[in-house]
């Protein structure tokens, strides 16, 4: 069975400093990887995915990279701001149907 | 609008009650879930459906059930509520609409919030 795990579970830090998120697969047979913020009273919103034929993605100041191999990926946010205050999940998709497994998410605390 | 909606946002029950779940979607997705999230869990699969004919079971279906009554809706029902189905609950769609397909993007509604006393 595919576990999925992000390490920290919580992260604190000053504004201006690159956020480094982790997160951890056991079976490299994916799909594809997301990544996912979460804000309180609010849905998820994806934020980059990576199909599992590449290493990485890139939407403004956030990069993601995939090393399938190895079951990991990182998410990186540069110059962080307060407002990227959230809980950070990575999913996993398992089969052709479109099954996510999710980590349980890394909660990040951007201080002024 | 939302693209996806949730109702209720807050529900507060008691026990043996039974509890509806709505997820509306105006997205055109054929593909709706549902999840559960409980602190330092992550979010797990209750049911999913690929269309109104077909639902499947996911990671943790016991003590729910799922109706699709329309391509667009798709409700979780707790039959008889119990304290440790207290948890958040999200609806989430993919697929394409019209002739693109992609079943990659899963997008969520807002979550239900169920506390089961």
Known sequence: KQEVTQIPAALSVPEG??????CSFTDSAIYNLQWFRQDPGKGLTSLLL???S???QTSGRLNASLDKSSGRSTLYIAASQ???SATYLCAVRTDSWGKLQFGAGTQVVVTP | DADVTQ???NRITKTGKRIMLECSQ???HDRMYWYRQDPGLGLRLIYYSFDVKDINKGEISDGYSVSRQAQAKFSLSLESAIPNQ???YFCATSGG???RKSTDTQYFGPGTRLTVL
Request: aromatic share 0%; proline share 7%; charged share 20%.
């Open chain 2, 7 to 9: 109702t209720p946002r």
């Open chain 1, 82 to 84: 307060p407002g990227d």
């Open chain 2, 26 to 28: 105006t997205k055109g």
């Open chain 1, 54 to 56: 590449q290493r990485e």
């Open chain 2, 86 to 88: 207290t948890a958040l």
């Open chain 1, 50 to 52: 990576i199909q599992s």
């Open chain 2, 97 to 99: 609409t019209g002739q």
């Open chain 1, 17 to 22: 400093e690159n956020l480094v998120l982790n």
